[in-house]
């Protein structure tokens, strides 16, 4: 009996041991490639056949604000401004912060977003919220307040991103694959809710980051968590036109 217990107590500790560093890894990421502040200057750029200037303003964390890619027009949010002056001259604003969750968006992010008149909000937020084990029903609540600010205090058409399925294979690893993406999925749940009472435009992110990040490694960055130069054009690519 006594053999038992310890054999048992031995395989407890080696599976503690493997949540354990399992899950730290995710965490242990490198965020260095991305550190110029300057990135969140407003841009302008210039359509010469129109002589009108919308803004456009991004909230968000790391996702929003370009972290994968030391190539700042290969950030999301330059590459919707791009979209956006095919057809009239572009200001954006890029307010995201890496490490943001909805409750620092709504301290820090979405007064300035208010304050710049936008014609444009694009808002991606969650991830963090997500491993930072916030409730459904929390992050609800401060999505619905984000999105209910935004009607109320300003007319920009509001573009919501659902959150993405992060992470390589060999980051996110036997069970957190299983439990991120149940997370994720009601998490976006709610997304789906918000932008449906609301009437704002969603755009899926979650499942063409789940079919093709893990079979085109280019998509990700040396981090294995987030997107490289070329998965941040593939997400710009799932913004139609007609949606701006």
């Keep these: 009996m006594k053999n038992k217990v310890i054999i048992l107590l031995v395989l407890v500790t080696i599976f503690g041991l ?11 990421r490198d965020e260095s490639q991305i550190s110029d502040i300057s990135w969140q200057n407003p841009t302008i750029i210039k359509n ?20 994968g890619t030391n190539d700042r ?34 301290k820090n992010q979405l007064n300035k977003a208010v304050n710049e008149k936008p014609n444009y909000v694009t808002i ?10 916030v409730s459904v029903e929390k992050y609800s609540e401060e999505m619905n307040h984000i999105i209910s ?12 991103f659902n959150i993405p399925y992060l992470g390589s294979d060999s980051l996110i690893v036997f069970p ?3 439990l991120v993406n149940y997370q994720v999925e009601r998490y976006n ?17 979650y499942k063409p ?22 998965g941040y054009i593939m997400w710009s690519n799932l913004v139609p036109s007609k949606d701006l």
């Design 124 to 133: 991606l937020i969650g991830t963090n919220d997500l491993h930072s084990l």
């Design 48 to 67: 010469p056949n129109f002589q009108n200037t919308v803004k456009y303003v991004a909230l968000g964390d790391s996702l929003t604000v370009g972290v």
């Design 18 to 28: 493997y949540l354990n560093r399992s899950y730290s890894r995710i965490y242990n």
């Design 189 to 205: 749940q709610v997304l789906t809710k918000i932008a449906e009472k609301n009437n704002v435009t969603l755009i899926d992110l």
């Design 176 to 178: 957190y694959n299983y």
């Design 73 to 106: 027009t290969k950030t999301l949010p330059y590459l919707i401004s791009q979209k956006l002056a095919g057809q009239m001259s572009v200001s954006f604003v890029n307010l995201a912060v890496s490490g943001a969750t909805a409750e620092s968006l709504i």
């Design 149 to 160: 600010y935004l009607i109320k205090n300003t007319q920009a058409k509001i573009i919501m």
């Design 209 to 230: 980051s789940k079919e093709y990040f893990s079979k085109q490694s280019n998509f990700y960055s040396s981090d294995n968590f987030h997107p490289s130069g070329d």
